[in-house]
């Protein structure tokens, strides 16, 4: 009777989860910070990974998670504006001359074409761009502040910098540019890179962002091409997998049209519609191939999603905060209701 009680009254066994953060720049990294507080509430505090995977912004917001800081702790941390090393200001992007350094590549990039134009080579824009290729920047920003940033922040707050030295597993997808193909830093050959730099390298949007060198490769953004790296979570084993995507296509209703808000407002929406599709393709497609993983993805609703701001902007960033937090806990109440089932463990009652 003793062994049928323990065995009744034993809790379901936890499927081994995973967590899948995709990128959005400041603006998607405080929503996604904002989301997992929500979470976390929900669960009472249970929402502990086996498997962390972050992109891109959501790199930055997994090393914390994988180093056993809770979401809540960072919420606090972010929205209260508080004295703490991973409050995240602009001082963690941009350096204090970034903006001198990016006015001199814009100059630069300017006298490139100009040079052709002078020379009175005749074509469009795009060609006199080509022409000049060897004399255009590799970017207007770097990320020497990020690297920097989370380095001491791991230090000053005594968490791991090394993967092999966390207590659950981490990676961070990048892309190498030279050879157009996904690295995946805390995987195999690149598990001794420090997470810091590993983090600088997801983060590089091209254009934006000079390529991140780490022994001889330069690598960009690991949302290109690609959008939630789910299918590294359920490579691992993971039954379910939780992927959050902080941007979606703004759907404003009556709000001044996207061609009046100018040329940034236009590539945000354009970034966002681009990333969407990645996503919901590749949802589709490791679906059918990881058949037993159950895959839950968190995201704003299309019909409302603000376009808050430049997604690598800092005005907006306790806004998209708050806005994670509050749509996410709406979301659970209603949608998500089939997550938290999923993620409380049951316990049957007692045979008698």
Same mark, same amino acid.
């Given at each position: 009777?003793?062994?049928?009680?323990?065995?009744?009254?034993?809790?379901?066994?936890?499927?081994?989860?995973?967590?899948? #953060?995709?990128?959005?720049?400041?603006?998607?990294?405080?929503?996604?910070?904002?989301?997992?507080?929500?979470?976390?509430?929900?669960?009472?505090?249970?929402?502990?990974?086996?498997?962390?995977?972050?992109?891109?912004?959501?790199?930055?917001?997994?090393?914390?998670?994988?180093?056993?800081?809770?979401?809540?702790?960072?919420?606090?941390?972010?929205?209260?504006? #508080?004295?703490?090393?991973?409050?995240?200001?602009?001082?963690?992007?941009?350096?204090?001359?970034?903006?001198?350094?990016?006015? +001199?590549?814009?100059?630069?990039?300017?006298?490139?074409?100009?040079?052709?134009?002078?020379?009175?080579?005749?074509?469009?824009?795009?060609?006199?761009?080509?022409?000049?290729?060897?004399?255009?920047?590799?970017?207007?920003? !770097?990320?020497?502040?990020?690297?920097?940033?989370?380095?001491?922040?791991?230090?000053?707050? +005594?968490?791991?910098? !090394?993967?092999?030295?966390?207590?659950?597993?981490?990676?961070?997808?990048?892309? !190498?540019?030279?050879?157009?193909?996904?690295?995946?830093?805390?995987?195999?050959?690149?598990?001794?890179?420090?997470?810091?730099?590993?983090?600088?390298?997801?983060?590089?949007?091209?254009?934006?962002?000079?390529?991140? %060198?780490?022994?001889?490769?330069?690598?960009?953004? +690991?949302?290109?091409?690609?959008?939630?790296?789910?299918?590294?979570? %359920?490579?691992?084993?993971?039954?379910?997998?939780?992927?959050?995507?902080?941007?979606?296509?703004?759907?404003?209703?009556?709000?001044?049209?996207?061609?009046?808000?100018?040329?940034?407002?236009? #590539?945000?929406?354009?970034?966002?519609?681009?990333?969407?599709?990645?996503?919901?393709?590749?949802?589709?497609?490791?679906?059918?191939?990881?058949?037993?993983?159950?895959?839950?993805?968190?995201?704003?609703?299309?019909?409302?999603?603000?376009?808050?701001?430049?997604?690598?902007?800092?005005?907006?960033?306790?806004?998209? #905060?708050?806005?994670?937090?509050?749509?996410?806990?709406?979301?659970?109440?209603?949608? +998500?209701? %089939?997550?938290?089932?999923?993620?409380?463990?049951?316990?049957?009652?007692?045979?008698?």
């Amino acid at each position: 009777m003793l062994q049928r009680a323990i065995t009744y009254w034993r809790a379901r066994r936890r499927p081994r989860l995973a967590l899948a #953060l995709a990128g959005g720049g400041v603006i998607g990294g405080m929503y996604e910070v904002g989301a997992l507080t929500a979470l976390e509430e929900r669960l009472a505090g249970a929402s502990e990974f086996d498997v962390y995977v972050g992109c891109s912004a959501g790199s930055v917001v997994a090393s914390l998670l994988a180093n056993g800081v809770p979401a809540s702790e960072v919420y606090k941390i972010l929205d209260q504006d #508080l004295v703490d090393p991973l409050n995240f200001r602009r001082g963690a992007v941009y350096s204090s001359d970034a903006f001198r350094h990016a006015a +001199g590549r814009l100059g630069r990039l300017v006298w490139a074409v100009g040079k052709n134009a002078l020379a009175g080579i005749r074509g469009s824009v795009p060609d006199m761009l080509a022409r000049a290729e060897k004399d255009l920047p590799a970017g207007f920003f !770097d990320l020497t502040a990020l690297e920097r940033f989370m380095r001491e922040a791991f230090a000053k707050r +005594g968490m791991a910098n !090394d993967f092999t030295a966390l207590p659950r597993v981490l990676m961070i997808p990048a892309v !190498d540019i030279e050879h157009a193909r996904r690295v995946v830093f805390g995987q195999d050959g690149l598990r001794h890179v420090p997470i810091s730099q590993a983090i600088a390298a997801s983060c590089s949007i091209p254009g934006f962002f000079e390529p991140y %060198a780490i022994d001889g490769h330069d690598y960009v953004d +690991g949302g290109v091409g690609f959008c939630g790296h789910a299918d590294l979570a %359920a490579e691992t084993g993971a039954r379910v997998v939780i992927v959050i995507n902080p941007l979606v296509p703004n759907q404003e209703a009556g709000a001044v049209p996207l061609r009046r808000r100018g040329l940034y407002s236009i #590539l945000e929406q354009a970034g966002r519609i681009y990333s969407q599709n990645l996503l919901q393709l590749g949802l589709a497609a490791i679906r059918v191939k990881y058949a037993r993983t159950e895959f839950f993805l968190i995201q704003p609703p299309r019909a409302d999603a603000p376009m808050l701001g430049p997604s690598m902007g800092f005005e907006a960033s306790r806004m998209a #905060l708050r806005y994670g937090y509050e749509s996410t806990r709406a979301w659970l109440d209603g949608q +998500g209701e %089939a997550l938290l089932r999923r993620l409380t463990p049951s316990v049957r009652p007692l045979a008698v």
